[in-house]
């Protein structure tokens, strides 16, 4: 993909994930410092922490990714008011889209 350490960005706060690309792609540029060309993983979630969607630059295009979980919710990992963006490791990336309901770092 590309040769540099990818990193994982969470939006903290609920999206709305009626957006498309368009509309997540428009949040990146509004909230991320830096090039978002690098092939860093970008995450959101709904309200109810139900689906997920995953925006990444792959070297030739962007490619959106949507997990919506048959029951239950995805893991809380953070409890921020913010709208900026944190960064997590692969790990808690991982970790987020199993499914499973904590997380200790």
């Known amino acids: 993909m590309n040769r540099f350490r990818r ?3 969470i939006k903290p706060t609920a999206t709305d994930l009626r957006k498309g690309f368009k509309g997540l792609y428009g949040l990146l540029n509004n909230a991320v410092q830096g090039d978002i060309l690098r092939g860093d993983v970008f995450v959101f979630l709904n ?9 990444q630059w792959d070297g030739t295009g962007f490619r959106l990714t949507i997990k919506i979980l048959s029951r239950g919710r995805f893991a809380d990992l953070f409890r921020l008011e913010e709208e900026a963006f944190i960064t997590v490791s692969n790990q808690g990336l991982e970790h987020l889209l199993s499914g499973a309901p904590t997380y200790r770092v």
């Open 7 to 9: 990193r994982v960005y």
């Open 47 to 55: 309200r109810r922490r139900t689906l997920v969607k995953t925006l």
